[in-house]
Nanobody
Framework: LLQACGGGLVQPGGSLRLSCAAS????????MAWFRQAPEKDREFVAA?????????YYLDSVKGRFTISSDNAKNTVFLQMNSLKPEDTAVYYC??????????????????WGQGTQVTVSS
C-alpha cells in the first residue's frame, strides 16, 4: 500500500529526496508522515502532512529548516526533501499513513500503514 524509495549514501551537508507512493484509497483518506529509526534507538517522528486538514505540516525540531514534507496529489505521492544532512540523520526512514488527529500526529501508534523503509546514511 505504501512504497518508499530514495534513500542512499550522502556526505554531510548533502541532500536526498525520499518518495512514498500510496494507493489512491490511502492518499484520499489518511494523513501521511515520515518516521526514522537509527540502530539501537526507538522509532522517531520526523515530519507529517495532514492531508485531511489542509495539508498542514509538522516537523521534528531538529529537522526544521532542513527537511520539507510535501505531496503530489495527482501522483498519490508524499516527498521528504532533506537538505543539509548530518551524520545524526542516519537511519532507516519509513513512510506511514494514519487517520490521526492533531494530538496523535507525532505518535507512531496512530499510524496504520507503513512502507518498507529506506536507508539513509550520512557519512564522509
Amino acid at each position: 500500500l505504501l512504497q518508499a524509495c530514495g534513500g542512499g549514501l550522502v556526505q554531510p551537508g548533502g541532500s536526498l529526496r525520499l518518495s512514498c507512493a500510496a494507493s489512491g484509497r490511502i492518499f484520499n483518506t489518511y494523513n501521511m508522515a515520515w518516521f526514522r529509526q537509527a540502530p539501537e534507538k526507538d522509532r522517531e517522528f520526523v515530519a507529517a502532512v495532514r492531508l485531511m486538514s489542509g495539508s498542514r505540516t509538522y516537523y521534528l525540531d531538529s529537522v526544521k529548516g532542513r527537511f520539507t514534507i510535501s505531496s503530489d496529489n495527482a501522483k498519490n505521492t508524499v516527498f521528504l526533501q532533506m537538505n543539509s544532512l548530518k551524520p545524526e540523520d542516519t537511519a532507516v526512514y519509513y513512510c506511514a499513513a494514519g487517520k490521526t488527529i492533531l494530538s496523535t500526529t507525532r505518535d507512531s501508534r496512530a499510524y496504520e500503514f507503513w512502507g518498507q523503509g529506506t536507508q539513509v546514511t550520512v557519512s564522509s
